[in-house]
């Protein structure tokens, strides 16, 4: 009985190995395949990733060196990169480079590029939406400007100051005071917004009738120490120079 099992066990597996034996083995040869192609395109990729970055750095010291036409070299080859982490810096920098040499229209067609892409990082297409604003802040409609950046101009957005502000001169334009005075103010208190900025939107909020300063002996006191230490530093300097 047990010679009987065995041949009838083995007669089973020489039957189903005729039977499933070649798209057993078609399959793990395609399965092999893909996986060898996997590893191959993924090693494309990251070389290529890492030869875009390096030319995104090398643009940078270009352009810290101020040779910014040798920088746009090296990132024109960028533009057309499937990353979008080489892509999309490549068109801000050379945007910049643009608008920077008198060529607005170039660089409204860059950052109009990078706002649009939705593959791009949020906070890219977000810069690049207030600079073409800022750009053409002059040729916009109030009310345009201000349903293009309202959504940056929320405290707690990196961009909340900046953009908070062309929303504020947009809303005096419309003659709605009454929103531009309050996000003024708010401007002024935002700490990491450029002590510049800030002090420009405290006097407007002045001007507007809106208080934007919370704690006026607080702002007396810094005045105070900011003036006592310009005058030790005055004092040190000419005691220095007489000797």
Do not use: H
Not at 115 to 136: C, E, F, I, K, Y
């Amino acid at each position: 009985m047990r010679e009987v099992d065995e041949a009838v066990r083995q007669d089973e597996l020489t039957t189903a190995a005729r039977r499933f034996g070649l798209p057993i083995g078609i399959a793990v040869v395609l399965g092999l395949a893909g996986l060898g192609g996997y590893l191959w395109w993924d090693a494309q990729n990251t070389a290529k990733a890492e030869e875009q970055a390096v030319a995104l750095t090398l643009a940078v010291d270009r352009l810290e060196a101020n040779q910014p036409d040798a920088a746009i070299d090296k990132v024109t080859p960028l533009q057309g990169s499937e990353i979008a982490g080489a892509r999309v810096p490549a068109q801000l920098l050379e945007a910049g480079v643009a608008q920077q040499k008198g060529d607005a229209k170039r660089a409204a067609e860059l950052y109009t590029a990078v706002s649009a892409d939705g593959n791009a990082p949020a906070p890219m297409r977000d810069l690049a939406t207030l600079r073409l604003v800022s750009l053409q802040y002059d040729e916009m409609k109030p009310a345009d400007v201000v349903a293009k950046l309202k959504p940056l101009a929320v405290p707690g957005n990196p961009f909340f100051a900046s953009a908070g502000e062309l929303v504020g001169m947009a809303y005096i334009e419309q003659g709605k005071t009454d929103l531009a005075g309050p996000l003024f103010a708010e401007i002024s208190r935002d700490e990491k917004a450029p002590e510049a900025l800030r002090a420009r939107a405290r006097q407007v909020a002045g001007l507007l009738g809106t208080d934007a300063i919370d704690d006026v002996e607080a702002i007396v006191e810094q005045i105070q120490r900011n003036s006592a230490a310009r005058q030790a530093a005055m004092q040190q300097a000419a005691a220095q120079s007489g000797q």
